[in-house]
C-alpha cells in the first residue's frame, strides 16, 4: 500500500496492532535527569500498548540488564541502546540490533568516559547499531544506511521547511520518556527532573539554564495519541516500526549451568580438571600428612565431582592462582566466606581453615541446588591489595575481560534534604532545622524539600566501586555493559552484584584490612628489634590455639590492638563467655554481630553457656540440628540446616532463604515463596504456629548479619595470631599497630597500651625518629607523620641528611644542615624533636633570632659560620606545658592525663568495682570511646568507654534520661556518679550523674605564682 494511501482510520487496521514506535527512553539510572525505575517504565509501557520498547538511558547502562531481565513480566520485548550527550544537549542515540551491537555501542561510551572526551556531534561507522539523530536543519553530513533522523513531535511542523521533506525515508520517530505523564498534569514529575539537574550542575533551581532540562513533554503517550501526532506522515511511523523489528537483545538469567564467569582456567575443562586434582593431591601431605583419614579422601572425592558437575572449577583455580602469587610475594592473607567450608579451598591453600576438624557444613558451602559458586573473601594487608589487584588485571584481562564491581549510591533522607535544601538557596542552618523539624512545623520551602525528598528517596545519585568486588568473565565486560574508570585507574562496571548474578557474573572478593598490615610489620619490626630471637612462624596456628599465655589474655578480654576482638563489645561478650579457648571465639565471632543480639539468642547463648542446665530449653529438634551451639542459631549455615531439617525445604530452597534474609533478595518474589513454604511445611510437619513464628523471627534477626562458621574460623585464626604478637612481642605488636593507622580506637590509646606493656614512649625526636613510629630496644619514638601540620617534605630531608651524615650535634648544625621555615622548625620545637639540642623555650628563642620569618639555607663546605648565640635570662619551664604542646600537635599528651586536672579525690578505681556491686560510687574517667545507639521506643542512648588514673577500662550506661541531662562534650576527663551492675561477671556503671573535669590552667597559676612573689 502506498504511504500516501496510509492514515489512521478504522479502514485500515495496521496501525492498531503496531507496537514499537519507543526510540528514546530514559530510567532514573539516566542519573540526576530521569526519574523512572525499570519496572514504573515497562508498567507505563504496558499501559500504553507498547508491546517493544528500546531503554536509552543517558551515558549509563546501569539499568540495562535488569530492563531486559523484567521485560518478559510485562509482555514487552525489549531493545538496548545509549543517548550519548555531553551535559544535556544530545548528540545522537545508538540503538544495538543485537548483542554485538550492544557491546560496540559499550566499547565506544567507555573509551569516551575512560578518556573524559567530549561526544562528538557524528557517530561512528558502527556495523550493528542503528543511529538516530536529533533533528537539526544544518545537519551538515549525509545520512548512512544505518543513520536516521528523529523526529518529535514539536518538530512536525517545522518538517516541510527543511530539506528532510524530501527523505521521509530517513525519518524515525523520536518521542523522548524521561518521567510519569498525568501527576498533576506532569508537573510533580517534571520538578523532580529540575530538581534532579539543579542538584546534578549544584546550582540553584532558580537559576537552572533551559539547556540542561529536558521538555514537559517527554512523557509515554498511549500509541494511538503518538500517532495522532505523524498521521500526516505516516512514511515515518513505518520507519520506526521497520527498526526496531530488526532489533533484539539476548541475555541469560538465574542460569547456574552457563554462568558467565571464565569458564577455564586453562586450555580446555579437562585439562583444568586434572589441575585441580593434582593441586589437591600435592596439598594433602602439607595439610594432613603423608596418610590421610578415609574420611578426608572420601570427602575431597565428593567435593571434586560437585564441583565438576557445577562448572566451578575454574572458579576455584582462579582463587588459587592469585594466591599463588600472592605468596610468591610474601603477601599476608585469610580466606573466608562460605569457600572456608571446602576442604578443597583448604588443600589449595585458598583459606587455612580445616573443615573436617571444625565440622563446618558441607552444604553451605555447595549443594545440588545452589546455583551461584561459594564465596570466597580474600582479605589482604592495605599495603597489598592494590598490587593483587593489578596482578588480576595483568592476569586475567588482556581481552576486556576483568572490571570491579559498581555500587549504586542512592540519596538517603539527610543526604537529599542537604541537596534539595541547597538548589533552594537555603543556608546550612536552614538546611540543618529543615531536616530535624516535621512536616507541619515547617514553611512552604521547607514543606516542599519535605515533600519532594520523600519522592527521590532511594533514587540513584551515581555509581560508587563495590568495597573488592571483581569481575572476570568469560566474555569481554563489554559484552555485558559500559564501564567508567574512576581515579584507581581499573574500569568499573554499571552495574551491581544482584544485576552481576542474575546474568551469571559472580564477583571474586579481592578485600583490604589493616589487620594483615599489623601482622606482617611486627614480624619485620621483631626482626630488627629482637636480631637474636628466632623466626617467628606465625602460620603456626596450631600451637596458638593451644597456648596458655594466649587463652589467659583472651579469657581476661585484654586483646587491645587484636583484629576484630578489641572493642568494648567484644571485650564484654569474651568476658562474659569465659572464652579462653578457639572454639569459643569462633562461635563469639559471629555471636557479636547484630542479628543475634535483636533476636535476643546473644543473652539465651551466654545462659545456656555458663548453666548447662539450661541447654535443656532448647526445643528438642533445634537442639538435635546445632549441638554444639545448644541449639542456639549463631553461624549462617544455621538458617540452612534449621530450614532444611525443622521446616523441611530442599537445599536450594534453603540457601535461597539465606540469601534472602542477607538483603540481597529481599523484594523478589521467589524469596516471598519460600518464606510462605517455611510456612506451609510447618503447619504440615505438625509444629505450632507459635513455634514456627518463633524460629522464622530468630531467622529473619540475625541471618542477614551472622558469619558463616568457616568465616568466623577464618577471623578468630587472624585474631589469635595478633594475641601472639601481643603475648610475645607487645611493644613491636604496638609500634606496628600504630603504624597502621590503629584500630578500633583512637592513636592515643595503642600508646597507652603500649606504655602499660613496659614502654618507654618518646616524642618525635631528629636524632631518633622516622617517618613512622620506631622502636629501639624498649623506647618507642613517635614518628614524625604523627605531627600535625608537619610537611612530609620537612621530616624527609631530615631522615634523609641524617642517614647521609650522621646525626645533629646542636641546633646550629641542624639548621645549617637543614633548609627548613620558621613555621616549620616552631612545629618540631614545639613538639620536643629538638630537646636533644637543650631546653625547649631557649631553643624556639635561638631559631626566631637565626631565621626571622626566613628559611635556612643548607651550608655546603668543609667550613661552616657558626650562628651567632644570644644570651637568654634563665627561663621557667613546666613540664606540663608540654602536655599541652603535645595535645595541641599530637592530639593527645604522653603523660598520664590526669597529671592535667586537680583533684581532691579521685573516686574508686576499675579494679575495685566487684567490691561496690550494686552501690553508688563516684569515678574518674578519661573517655576512649562513645557508642550512640538508641531504645525501642526511639530514645537516645549511649555506651562509654574510660579508662582510670591506673590506665584500666571503665564501661559504662547511659540511659536516655541520664544521656539526655548529662551529654558528652568531647575528649578530656569526667565525674562519673553512678551504680555498679554486674552481669556474667562483667563490671559496669549505670551512670546517673555526669559532668567534665576541666584541665589545669597553666596562665592562671603563673599569675598566681607573681603575686605571691610581688608579696
Not at 586434582?277 to 571434586?304: A, F
Not at 611486627?522 to 636480631?531: A, H, M, Q, T, Y
Request: proline share 4%.
Amino acid at each position: 500500500m502506498p504511504y500516501e494511501r496510509l492514515i489512521l482510520s478504522k479502514e485500515i487496521p495496521e496501525f492498531q496492532r503496531w507496537h514499537e514506535m519507543y526510540l528514546n527512553t530514559h530510567t532514573y539510572y539516566s542519573f540526576k535527569y530521569g526519574t523512572l525505575s525499570e519496572k514504573e517504565l515497562l508498567a507505563t509501557a504496558q499501559q500504553s500498548g507498547v508491546g517493544q520498547l528500546a531503554l536509552t538511558d543517558i551515558n549509563s547502562t546501569s539499568g540495562c540488564l535488569n530492563f531486559v531481565r523484567l521485560a518478559s513480566e510485562y509482555d514487552i520485548k525489549p531493545v538496548l541502546g545509549i543517548d550519548f550527550r555531553n551535559g544535556a544537549k544530545q548528540q545522537f542515540i545508538g540503538i544495538a540490533k543485537n548483542n554485538r551491537g550492544f557491546q560496540e555501542l559499550n566499547e565506544y561510551l567507555s573509551h569516551h568516559l575512560h578518556e573524559k572526551k567530549d561526544i562528538p556531534d557524528r557517530a561512528p561507522l558502527f556495523k550493528e547499531v542503528f543511529t538516530i539523530y536529533p533533528f537539526h536543519s544544518s545537519l551538515k553530513f549525509n545520512l548512512e544506511e544505518n543513520e536516521f533522523l528523529g523526529i518529535r513531535p514539536q518538530d512536525i511542523i517545522k518538517l516541510p521547511r527543511t530539506k528532510w521533506i524530501k527523505y521521509l525515508n530517513k525519518l524515525v520517530i523520536l518521542q523522548t520518556v524521561s518521567f510519569h505523564r498525568g501527576e498533576d498534569n506532569n508537573k510533580i514529575q517534571f520538578n523532580m527532573h529540575r530538581l534532579l539537574r539543579a542538584i546534578d550542575k549544584n546550582t540553584l533551581l532558580s537559576k537552572l539554564p533551559k539547556s540542561e532540562e529536558g521538555d514537559p513533554g517527554d512523557v509515554m503517550y498511549p500509541l494511538g495519541e503518538l500517532f495522532e501526532f505523524y498521521k500526516d506522515y505516516p512514511q515515518i511511523i513505518v520507519n520506526t516500526k521497520n527498526l526496531l523489528e530488526q532489533c533484539s537483545i539476548d541475555f541469560t538469567f538465574n542460569d547456574p549451568i552457563n554462568h558467565q564467569n571464565l569458564k577455564m582456567y586453562g586450555k580446555s575443562a579437562e585439562e583444568d580438571i586434572e589441575k585441580i586434582t593434582q593441586l589437591c593431591n600435592e596439598g594433602l601431605p602439607y595439610r594432613y600428612g603423608d596418610n590421610p583419614k578415609k574420611e578426608i579422601l572420601d570427602r575431597l572425592s565428593m567435593e571434586l565431582e560437585l564441583i565438576k558437575s557445577k562448572g566451578f572449577v575454574s572458579y576455584f583455580l582462579v582463587n588459587w592462582d592469585i594466591l599463588q602469587y600472592a605468596r610468591k610475594m610474601g603477601y599476608y592473607y585469610v580466606g573466608r566466606g562460605s569457600g572456608a567450608n571446602s576442604v578443597v579451598a583448604y588443600l589449595l591453600r585458598i583459606t587455612d581453615v580445616d573443615p573436617v576438624d571444625l565440622d563446618l557444613y558441607f552444604e553451605r558451602f555447595i549443594n545440588l541446588f545452589r546455583q551461584n559458586p561459594p564465596d570466597f573473601d580474600i582479605d589482604f594487608s592495605w599495603k597489598d591489595r592494590d598490587d593483587i589487584t593489578r596482578y588480576i588485571f595483568e592476569r586475567f584481562g588482556k581481552q576486556g575481560q576483568v572490571a570491579l564491581l559498581a555500587t549504586y549510591s542512592t540519596f538517603q533522607q539527610r543526604a537529599i534534604v542537604r541537596e534539595l535544601g541547597k538548589v533552594f538557596g537555603l543556608p546550612p542552618h536552614e538546611i540543618e532545622k529543615v531536616s530535624r523539624s516535621e512536616e507541619k512545623e515547617l514553611d512552604h520551602i521547607g514543606q516542599l524539600i519535605h515533600r519532594y525528598s520523600r519522592r527521590l528517596i532511594d533514587f540513584p545519585s551515581h555509581l560508587s566501586i563495590h568495597a573488592g568486588g571483581v569481575l572476570i568473565a568469560d566474555k569481554p565486560i563489554n559484552y555485558f555493559t559500559a564501564t567508567s574508570l574512576p581515579p584507581k585507574g581499573y574500569p568499573v562496571t554499571h552495574f551491581d552484584m544482584i544485576i552481576a548474578e542474575d546474568v551469571g557474573l559472580f564477583k571474586f572478593d579481592i578485600l583490604s584490612q589493616r589487620g594483615l598490615g599489623k601482622i606482617r610489620d611486627s614480624l619485620e619490626v621483631i626482626r630488627k628489634n629482637c636480631p637474636d630471637d628466632p623466626e617467628v612462624d606465625i602460620h603456626n596456628f596450631k600451637s596458638f590455639k593451644d597456648d596458655a599465655k594466649l587463652n589467659y589474655r583472651l579469657q581476661n578480654a585484654d586483646a587491645i590492638g587484636c583484629f576484630y576482638i578489641e572493642s568494648p563489645a567484644m571485650r564484654m561478650l569474651m568476658k562474659k563467655l569465659q572464652v579462653n579457648e578457639y572454639l569459643g571465639l569462633v562461635a563469639a565471632s559471629s555471636i557479636i554481630r547484630p542479628g543475634v543480639a535483636k533476636s535476643g539468642m546473644m543473652r539465651e547463648y551466654i545462659l545456656r553457656y555458663r548453666h548447662p542446665e539450661r541447654r535443656n530449653d532448647a526445643h528438642p529438634v533445634l537442639r538435635d540440628i546445632m549441638p554444639d551451639t545448644y541449639g542456639v542459631m549463631v553461624y549462617q549455615e544455621d538458617v540452612i540446616k534449621v530450614a532444611h531439617l525443622f521446616a523441611k525445604l530442599d537445599l536450594g530452597e534453603a540457601d535461597m532463604l539465606r540469601r534472602g534474609m542477607s538483603g540481597k533478595y529481599r523484594s523478589r518474589d521467589e524469596f516471598l515463596k519460600v518464606k510462605d513454604k517455611f510456612f506451609q511445611n510447618c503447619k504440615d510437619l505438625g509444629h505450632t504456629y507459635e513455634l514456627s513464628a518463633d524460629i522464622w523471627r530468630q531467622i529473619e534477626s540475625f541471618a542477614g548479619y551472622a558469619f558463616a562458621k568457616g568465616h568466623s574460623a577464618s577471623y578468630a585464626v587472624e585474631s589469635y595470631q595478633a594475641l601472639y604478637l601481643k603475648t610475645y612481642y607487645p611493644l613491636e605488636y604496638m609500634v606496628a599497630v600504630l603504624n597502621n593507622g590503629g584500630g578500633f580506637y583512637r592513636t592515643e590509646f595503642y600508646v597507652h597500651e603500649a606504655r602499660m606493656s613496659g614502654a618507654q614512649i618518646e616524642a618525635p625526636c631528629v636524632n631518633h625518629s622516622e617517618g613512622l613510629t620506631v622502636i629501639y630496644g624498649k623506647t618507642i619514638y613517635l614518628g614524625f607523620g604523627m605531627v600535625k601540620e608537619l610537611n612530609h617534605t620537612t621530616f624527609d630531608a631530615i631522615i634523609m641528611e641524617r642517614e647521609k651524615n650522621g646525626e645533629f650535634l646542636d641546633l646550629d648544625d641542624f639548621i645549617n644542615r637543614v633548609g627548613i621555615s620558621l613555621e616549620q622548625i616552631k612545629l618540631l620545637v614545639r613538639v620536643g624533636a629538638l630537646r636533644c639540642f637543650g631546653s625547649k623555650k631557649d631553643i624556639l628563642w635561638q631559631v626566631h633570632f637565626t631565621l626571622g620569618a626566613g628559611v635556612s639555607k643548607v651550608k655546603n663546605g668543609l667550613f661552616k659560620m657558626p650562628i651567632k648565640q644570644w644570651a637568654l635570662p634563665p627561663l621557667h619551664h613546666d613540664k606540663r606545658e608540654d602536655a599541652f604542646d603535645e595535645m595541641d600537635l599530637l592530639g593527645f599528651p604522653l603523660c598520664n592525663p590526669f597529671d592535667l586536672i586537680e583533684l581532691d579525690q579521685t573516686g574508686i578505681l576499675a579494679k575495685d568495682l566487684a567490691r561496690y556491686e550494686n552501690q553508688q560510687v563516684e569515678m574518674y574517667g578519661y573517655l576512649v570511646t562513645i557508642k550512640n545507639t538508641g531504645t525501642s521506643s526511639g530514645k537516645r542512648m549511649n555506651f562509654g568507654t574510660f579508662i582510670d588514673k591506673e590506665g584500666q577500662f571503665i564501661d559504662t550506661v547511659h540511659f536516655p534520661q541520664s544521656a539526655s541531662k548529662y551529654p558528652f562534650r568531647g575528649k578530656g576527663i569526667y565525674r562519673l556518679i553512678g551504680k555498679v551492675v554486674e552481669e556474667f561477671d562483667f563490671y559496669s556503671m549505670e551512670v546517673s550523674r555526669m559532668e567534665k573535669v576541666n584541665f589545669i590552667n597553666l596562665e592562671d597559676e603563673s599569675k598566681t605564682m607573681i603575686r605571691a612573689v610581688s608579696r
